[in-house]
């Protein structure tokens, strides 16, 4: 059995995606580690440019986009790895020796399911990369930079596809929680993501990213938390939007939450028949945990 795997889905982001594998070369070029690349129907030569420059690199493709969830759960599904390290395509690994600090904490984690690993989000790293951030148990972890024991991801439901982006690794986290598993932060094993946040908020897909992210939340709500927690949640979450957005002229925003809104009423019958909620000693014990550590700065 291979020991771990990289899998990366990518689309229409080749320029990105060249960088990625150029800072990747120590990991392709390794005879035990397997490397895959769903390539998301791109229309800009990314599936040629792998297939002419990278014949190491097994390739899978989607004829018509499918979506970042549908490719990711072709490829976790498709690896035999017993370790299987997901990057997004504008991200890479940066620390030395991971594949070491990996292994050695989950063989003597035997209850860590998932290692989220520390990311530092923006243009360029700093100079200074050391830190005094320590393991912990967390309750969730982000996609661009985390590793699935694998024999628990085939345990549990695939990443819900329909939710098409935002909100899969939520849903695998209480996935694990109700069944006695644990993701844990380790930080030593430190992820570069090559992104301006704050530029975001001037790119065309500025309302499409936030009616997704918001649907995601209350699509979560929704399929996990107790019932009476519920009403107050999706409320909370809405006046928040509202105020912080809206209110202040964010305009884009509004047409985000409403298509937010339409996404969860279309989609009901299907997140009341997916529904596996928390027990009230459940959720106490869960709202404990420290929340997922988007990034790291420093």
């Known amino acids: 059995m291979t020991k771990f795997s990289i899998l990366i889905t990518t689309k229409d982001r080749l320029s990105d995606l060249k960088e990625t594998l150029n800072q990747l070369a120590c990991f392709i070029d390794n005879d ?29 493709k989607n004829a018509k986009s499918k979506g970042l969830i549908f ?42 399911a998932v290692i989220a690993f520390r990311v530092f989000w923006g243009k360029t790293l700093p100079d200074n990369l050391n830190h005094t951030l320590v393991n912990a148990r967390v309750k969730g972890f982000v996609g661009c930079g985390h590793v699935w024991r694998m024999d628990v991801w085939r345990s549990l439901p695939n990443y819900p596809d329909w939710f098409v982006f935002y909100g899969e690794e939520e849903f695998a986290g209480f996935h694990l ?26 790119h065309q897909d500025y309302t499409t990213r936030l009616r997704r992210s918001l649907r995601s939340g209350w699509y979560l709500y929704l399929l996990f938390y107790p019932l009476k927690y519920i009403p107050k949640r999706l409320a909370y979450t809405l006046w928040m939007q509202l105020k912080l957005k809206v209110f202040k002229g964010d305009f884009r925003a509004l047409l985000a939450i409403l298509g937010a809104i339409f996404d969860v009423l279309f989609n009901l ?30």
């Open 269 to 298: 019958k299907r997140l009341i028949f997916n529904r596996n909620a928390l027990n009230n000693s459940e959720y106490q014990k869960y709202k404990r945990l420290p929340d997922t550590f988007l990034y790291w700065t420093n």
């Open 177 to 202: 929680f109700k069944k006695d598993w644990e993701i844990w932060f380790v930080p030593d094993v430190l992820a570069h993501h090559r992104v301006d946040v704050k530029a975001r908020k001037k």
């Open 32 to 60: 035990d580690v397997e490397f895959i690349i769903c390539d998301d129907g791109s229309s800009d030569g990314t599936s040629t440019f792998i297939e002419t420059n990278y014949k190491s690199i097994q390739l899978i």
């Open 71 to 112: 490719s990711r759960n072709r490829l976790l599904n498709l690896t035999k790895a017993k370790y299987a390290i997901t990057l997004d395509d504008d991200a890479h690994i940066v620390s030395q020796n991971p594949l070491e600090i990996i292994e050695t904490f989950f063989e003597s984690n035997k209850k860590c």
